[in-house]
């Protein structure tokens, strides 16, 4: 089964009267809440309460100075695009055990304007923010070799260059769609490479 639930914000010009500055501020912030309730007394003895607060925040500095009579802005605003995805796979062993994704993306100044103009615009920032999924193993040795792997390709880009060799080495996939650092975690991260990282680790020396 699947069920989603998608919320989608645009935004392509926004106006704040009285700003002055000319920097562009973007905030956001998630939160996910569960409150569960059981009462054997009551006909439906276990009662469950899902939340989801979302805050989007933009302080938009205007192209053009205010009016000095006015103190208005006089023309358009620097441009920006928004969009926030939540989405719940469910899972039929059990309604809490789904999964919840939440996705965004933000673009500013001239890069939103291009987006905007799009005919498919929302199609396309959809497929640049697919998230890239990998499952984690909560083995603690896979953990410990994951934080000892981690700690070292963010040393150095030499470091780094070194375990990708050796992951092609061991059999590992890299994703070649994506920069050499996030090539490097996600290789790490994958729960499929646990016993690859591990033969890795002891080669690097560090476990």
Same mark, same amino acid.
């Given at each position: 089964?699947?069920?989603?639930?998608?919320?989608?914000?645009?935004?392509?010009?926004?106006?704040?009267?009285?700003?002055?500055?000319?920097?562009?501020? #973007?905030?956001? %912030?998630?939160?996910?809440?569960?409150?569960?309730?059981?009462?054997?007394?009551?006909?439906? &003895?276990? !009662?469950?309460?899902? *939340?989801? =607060?979302? /805050?989007?925040? *933009?302080?938009?500095?205007?192209?053009?100075?205010?009016?000095?009579?006015?103190? %208005?802005?006089?023309?358009?605003?620097?441009?920006?695009?928004?969009?926030? +995805?939540?989405? #719940? +796979?469910?899972? !039929?062993?059990?309604?809490?055990?789904?999964?919840?994704? $939440?996705?965004?993306?933000?673009?500013?100044?001239?890069?939103?304007?291009?987006?905007? =103009? %799009?005919?498919?615009?929302?199609?396309?920032?959809?497929?640049?923010?697919? @998230?890239? /999924?990998?499952?984690?193993?909560? +083995? @603690?040795?896979?953990? %410990?070799?994951?934080?000892?792997?981690?700690?070292?390709?963010?040393?150095?880009?030499? =470091?780094?260059?070194? #375990?990708?060799?050796?992951?092609?080495?061991? *059999?590992?996939?890299?994703?070649?769609?994506?920069? &050499?650092?996030?090539?490097?975690?996600?290789?790490?991260?994958?729960?499929?490479?646990?016993?690859?990282? =591990?033969? $890795?680790? *002891?080669?690097?020396?560090?476990?």
């Amino acid at each position: 089964m699947h069920g989603a639930l998608s919320l989608t914000i645009l935004a392509s010009v926004v106006l704040m009267a009285g700003c002055t500055r000319d920097t562009l501020v #973007y905030a956001e %912030r998630s939160g996910f809440n569960v409150a569960i309730t059981v009462d054997p007394a009551e006909s439906l &003895p276990v !009662e469950v309460n899902a *939340g989801l =607060k979302r /805050r989007v925040v *933009g302080v938009i500095p205007p192209i053009r100075e205010p009016d000095p009579e006015t103190s %208005r802005v006089n023309g358009e605003a620097v441009n920006m695009f928004s969009r926030f +995805d939540l989405i #719940y +796979d469910e899972n !039929e062993s059990g309604v809490l055990l789904g999964t919840h994704r $939440i996705s965004t993306a933000f673009a500013s100044g001239a890069a939103a304007l291009e987006i905007a =103009k %799009r005919d498919d615009a929302e199609e396309f920032v959809e497929a640049i923010t697919d @998230p890239i /999924r990998v499952s984690l193993s909560a +083995d @603690p040795e896979d953990v %410990r070799v994951r934080r000892a792997l981690t700690r070292y390709v963010q040393d150095t880009d030499n =470091k780094r260059t070194t #375990y990708l060799a050796l992951a092609v080495t061991a *059999g590992i996939a890299i994703n070649q769609d994506v920069p &050499p650092a996030s090539q490097a975690m996600i290789a790490i991260s994958d729960a499929n490479n646990a016993e690859k990282n =591990k033969v $890795i680790a *002891g080669q690097l020396g560090l476990i």
